[in-house]
């Protein structure tokens, strides 16, 4: 066996494989998935932004309540 047939057959299977993958990344079956798994990034920014709002807000309301409490004790 010559060593360009070996190389050949590497190109060949090289160019199988690259279909292979182009084939199974631009799949329109699996297009939602990927599409919910790059949004993944943002959803924990939003959380934490909904739980920092939710914090601000609760602690604003504390400090609220606390300076009337303070204003009634005076």
């Known amino acids: ?3 360009n047939i070996l190389r050949q ?3 060949v299977l090289g160019a ?3 279909l292979a993958i182009c084939w199974w990344a631009f799949s329109p079956k699996r297009k939602k998935r990927f599409e919910e798994d790059a949004k993944l990034p943002f959803a924990d ?3 934490s932004t909904e739980k920092g ?3 601000s807000e609760s602690r604003s309301d504390d400090e ?3 300076k009337q409490e ?3 004790d005076k």
């Open 64 to 66: 609220a309540g606390a």
């Open 16 to 18: 199988v494989a690259f």
């Open 1 to 3: 066996m010559d060593i």
């Open 70 to 72: 303070q204003g009634q």
């Open 45 to 47: 920014e939003q959380e």
């Open 53 to 55: 709002a939710h914090e």
């Open 9 to 11: 057959i590497g190109v």
